[in-house]
């Protein structure tokens, strides 16, 4: 299927060392590996929208065969994404959104639906009466922008809730700012956090304050293992969390597959899914087996190369003896 000897996959990420990042990296980084004449080069721009329009710049100057990106903002690489397209280079857009239609394709879930369900399941639990801080994300992306929207959607259908809005700066909780929220609002009882990471703050928060039995707190990203939020939600530290896959290993798959001059949709869409104390243990039982079937993947992958170069090494001796 694929014809091209040597491909390069450019994969521009945005943001450092989070858990859901990491992840997608990782999914990024196997599927690569399942083709062996496929190279995955990751740069990061760590917040910095400049660094990640140098980062594409720089993927253009090096003629990847695909780029990958996952925005920092959606406004800012506007004119590196349409120059990168222009000069034929696919690019696949992954999780935030770009504000220009000229590019390959997007994947991503619905963060409209992923704010709905929130809203939708404190609704259902409180029975339309409940007083909620609602911690959003950046407005400049389109996650936080439209988390926020589909929440409101909800919510505002009921005039027994009552929000709270305040702003997360960098994907961390305004804790000063949630303090005062707390202390103004003795009858909160909900939470409804941009992610995990934000959710997990609130709830120390909320324990220092001996509150964390009587607020319930709802996130959204769900990533399975250690400190992700289909843990917290098994330890009760979260009431539930809105699965938001990364769609990592599934861009890789688009870039491809137009790598292949197959014709692939513009928009992709992920499942997005509430995950509560009723369905945490399965979900995190299915996405035990995908990991163990990774690092299936990965350690035969390892054997492969290990053979290759034992083959090489072999093969040098061969024609060292034929020279001899
Ligand atoms: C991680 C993150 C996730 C969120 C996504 C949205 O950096 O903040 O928590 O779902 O980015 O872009």
């Excluded at 339309?128 to 589909?150: C, D, H, M, N, Q």
């Excluded at 607020?215 to 969390?241: E, H, M, R, S, W």
């Excluded at 790598?259 to 979900?283: F, G, H, Q, R, Y």
Aim: charged residues 30%; glycine residues 6%; hydrophobic residues 40%.
């Amino acid at each position: 299927e694929e014809d091209k000897d040597e491909i390069l996959i450019g994969f521009s990420q945005s943001i450092n060392h989070d858990i859901w990042r990491k992840s997608m990296e990782h999914s990024m980084e196997i599927e690569a590996a399942l083709h062996p004449n496929v190279k995955l080069k990751i740069y990061n721009a760590n917040r910095k929208s400049k660094k990640q329009i140098k980062d594409i710049e720089r993927f253009i100057e090096e003629k990847v065969d695909a780029i990958i990106v996952s925005p920092f903002e959606s406004d800012s690489i506007i004119p590196v994404i349409e120059k990168a397209n222009a000069k034929g280079i696919p690019v696949i857009v992954v999780d935030r959104k770009v504000n220009t239609s000229n590019y390959m394709a997007y994947i991503g879930a619905d963060n409209v639906e992923v704010g709905r369900i929130a809203g939708r399941h404190i609704v259902s639990l409180s029975k339309g009466k409940a007083k909620v801080i609602e911690v959003r994300g950046a407005y400049y992306t389109s996650p936080g922008l439209e988390r926020s929207l589909g929440f409101k959607e909800i919510v505002e259908q009921y005039s027994g809730i009552k929000v709270v809005r305040l702003d997360a700066y960098k994907d961390e909780l305004p804790k000063e700012a949630f303090l005062k929220a707390l202390t103004e609002n003795p009858d909160v009882d909900y939470v409804f956090a941009y992610n995990d990471v934000i959710a997990y703050q609130a709830y120390l928060v909320a324990k220092s304050k001996k509150l964390e039995k009587k607020i319930k707190i709802i996130g959204v990203d769900g990533i399975n293992g250690p400190y992700g939020g289909i843990q917290l939600v098994k330890d009760g530290i979260l009431k539930a969390t809105v699965l938001y896959l990364t769609g990592g290993s599934e861009a890789v798959k688009l870039a491809l597959k137009v790598i292949n001059k197959e014709i692939v949709p513009k928009k992709n869409n992920l499942n997005t899914v509430l995950i509560d104390s009723l369905n945490a243990e399965i979900m995190s039982n299915q996405f035990d087996k995908i990991t163990i079937q990774q690092s299936d993947i990965e350690e035969q992958q390892h054997i492969i190369k290990n053979q290759e170069e034992k083959y090489a090494s072999q093969s040098n001796l061969l024609k060292l003896l034929i020279i001899l």
